[in-house]
């Protein structure tokens, strides 16, 4: 069965610190997709990034970065010199190929940033 | 091009009443899909449905009921509201199988709803 564990349920941090938001996920599936959202106050889902299982190529995008490892089922995410902007709850998400109509989300983590 | 739109935003609903939460889309996708979003769950999955006629129950369906006539419209049912179904709704459509799938998914904006 599908499963996503965010075991962080509250991170607070000062600005410009670094912060490692964790995702540990299941599957049985070979071929799987998994993603990050973020949801400012304001409620909406705001997609970050997809990750499919057979590309283990980190990825950085300005500030952001991920780190894909299948070998212990993890997909975190990294926020470098972290802004009050960035404060927001984060969703790690996965994604089976065999069935895609299925997003199965982790609990979120909650994100403070103060200035 | 709006996307993935929800209607209503907010409501309210007495116990016992019944409504429906309105969700459309103009991406021609083919999968759409029902969540409810409680304060230290996540989002949990209520229904999908991977093309027009064909729907399936996700991780909490009990007391929903969907149903996808059209490929743009996957309306969710609240047969008779219970205070526990007080919550922040979303939906999500994505292009489907193969390749596209890849695109991920496009969610509305929510409607929250309170069940009194």
């Known amino acids: 069965a599908q499963k996503v564990t965010q075991a962080q349920t509250e991170i607070s941090v000062v600005e410009k610190e670094d912060v490692t938001l964790d995702c540990v996920y299941e599957t049985r599936d070979t071929t799987y997709y998994l993603f990050w959202y973020k949801q400012p106050p304001s409620g909406e889902l705001v997609f970050l990034i997809r990750r499919n299982s057979f590309d283990e190529q980190n990825e950085i995008s300005g500030r952001y970065s991920w780190n894909f490892q299948k070998s212990t089922s993890s997909f975190n995410f990294t926020i470098t010199a972290s802004q009050v902007v960035d404060s927001a709850v984060y969703f790690c998400?996965?994604?089976?190929?065999?069935?895609?109509?299925?997003?199965?989300f982790g609990q979120g983590t909650t994100l403070q940033v103060k200035p | 091009n709006a996307g993935v739109t929800q209607t209503p935003k907010f409501q309210v609903l007495k116990t016992g009443q019944s409504m429906t939460l309105q969700c459309a889309q103009d991406?021609?996708?083919?999968?759409m899909s029902w969540y409810r979003q409680d304060p230290g769950m996540g989002l949990r999955l209520i229904h999908y449905s991977v093309g027009a006629g064909i729907t399936d129950q996700g991780e909490v369906p009990n007391g929903y009921n969907v149903s996808r006539s059209t490929t743009e419209d996957f309306p969710l049912r609240l047969l008779s509201a219970a205070p526990s179904q007080t919550s922040v709704y979303f939906c999500a459509s994505n292009p489907g199988q193969g390749a596209r799938a890849n695109y991920g998914y496009t969610f509305g904006s929510g409607t929250r709803l309170t069940v009194v």
């Open positions: 991406m021609n996708h083919e999968y």
């Open positions: 998400a996965l994604s089976e190929a065999s069935n895609t109509g299925k997003l199965i």
